[in-house]
C-alpha cells in the first residue's frame, strides 16, 4: 500500500513516466541497430545515417511524449486538441522556417542526397564531413576543424562527392590583365607536376589505371567579382585521399604562381 501511495505522488508518476520513455527509446534504437546489423540489402554508409536519424527522431518524439505527459494534469487534451485548429495553422505560420526545415531534411535523406560521414560542399563556401545528420540542420565538420551548422532550408547549392570516387577542384583567380596564353602554360605544368608526384591520391580502376589525371580546366569562370578569372585544375582522387591531395593541390598552384609571378586578382579595395 505504500508503494502505490508513493506511486499517486505526481514526481514519483513523472520520474516514471521520464524513466519507461527513455528505457523505450533505448529499446527502439537498438532494435534498429540490430535490425540492420543482422540484414545487408542497404550499403554500410546508407545503414549508418539511417540509423543516426532515427536517434534523432526517437530522442524528440520521446521529449514530445514526456511534454505531453507533463501538462496533462493541468489540461483538458481532448478539448485542447479539437479547438486547436485555429491556433495550429498560426503556429505554421509561426514556425514554417522550423517546419520547412524538417519536410527537406526528410527528402534530403529518402533521395539519399547525403550520407552520415560524406564529404560536402554547402553553398559554395562550406566544405568537410557530415558530422551530425539531425531533423533540422547538418553539422558539416570542416578542413580548418571548425563545426559548422546550416538548416535545411538556408541550403541552396549541395555538392555531394560519390562513395568512393571525390573530385579535387582547385584554382587560381588572376588579375583580368593577366596573359592568359602565359597562365595556361603554368597551369599545364602544374598538372602534369601533381600528375608525377601525387599520382598515388588519384583513383585507379582494375587496371591500376588512374579515372581521370589532374588537368587543367581552362577559364572556367570570367570575372569573378570584378577582379579576374578563375583558371581551374581538378582530379579524381579516392575519396580518403580528398583533404591531402586537396593540400598538395593548392601548395602546387601557389609555388608555380609565385615561381612565374602571375598576376593574382586583388580586391577592389586595394585601389591597383
Not at 11 to 32: D, E, H, N
Not at 165 to 188: C, G, H, I, T, W
Not at 242 to 268: D, N, P, Q
Request: aromatic share 12%; glycine share 6%.
Amino acid at each position: 500500500m505504500f508503494f502505490l501511495g508513493l506511486y499517486d505522488w505526481l514526481p514519483v508518476k513523472i520520474l516514471t513516466v521520464a524513466l519507461l520513455i527513455l528505457i523505450t527509446v533505448y529499446l527502439i534504437r537498438k532494435s534498429i541497430k540490430l535490425f540492420f546489423d543482422k540484414t545487408s540489402f542497404l550499403d554500410e554508409k546508407r545503414e549508418e545515417t539511417l540509423i543516426h536519424f532515427a536517434n534523432q527522431v526517437t530522442k524528440v518524439l520521446g521529449l514530445v511524449f514526456f511534454f505531453i505527459y507533463v501538462i496533462s494534469p493541468f489540461f483538458d487534451l481532448a478539448k485542447l486538441v479539437t479547438g486547436s485548429v485555429v491556433v495550429a495553422g498560426a503556429l505554421a505560420l509561426i514556425f514554417q522556417h522550423i517546419i520547412r526545415d524538417y519536410i527537406m531534411g526528410l527528402t534530403y535523406l529518402f533521395e539519399r542526397q547525403i550520407h552520415h560521414g560524406d564529404y560536402v560542399i554547402i553553398n559554395g563556401n562550406c566544405q568537410g564531413k557530415i558530422e551530425e545528420i539531425s531533423m533540422r540542420h547538418l553539422k558539416i565538420r570542416q578542413y580548418d576543424g571548425y563545426l559548422y551548422t546550416v538548416s535545411y532550408s538556408n541550403i541552396t547549392e549541395l555538392q555531394n562527392g560519390n562513395r568512393g570516387r571525390r573530385r579535387v577542384n582547385e584554382s587560381l583567380v588572376l588579375n583580368y590583365r593577366q596573359n592568359p596564353d602565359d597562365a595556361f602554360k603554368v597551369m599545364e605544368e602544374v598538372a602534369e607536376t601533381c600528375n608525377e608526384k601525387y599520382g598515388e591520391y588519384l583513383l585507379k580502376d582494375e587496371k591500376g589505371v588512374p579515372v581521370e589525371n589532374f588537368k587543367f580546366n581552362h577559364i572556367t569562370e570570367l570575372n569573378v567579382e570584378f577582379r579576374g578569372h578563375r583558371y581551374s585544375l581538378s582530379g579524381l582522387v579516392n575519396e580518403a585521399d580528398i583533404v591531402e591531395a586537396g593540400k598538395k593541390v593548392r601548395y602546387e598552384l601557389a609555388k608555380a604562381a609565385h615561381k612565374y609571378e602571375l598576376m593574382m586578382a586583388e580586391s577592389l579595395s586595394t585601389g591597383d
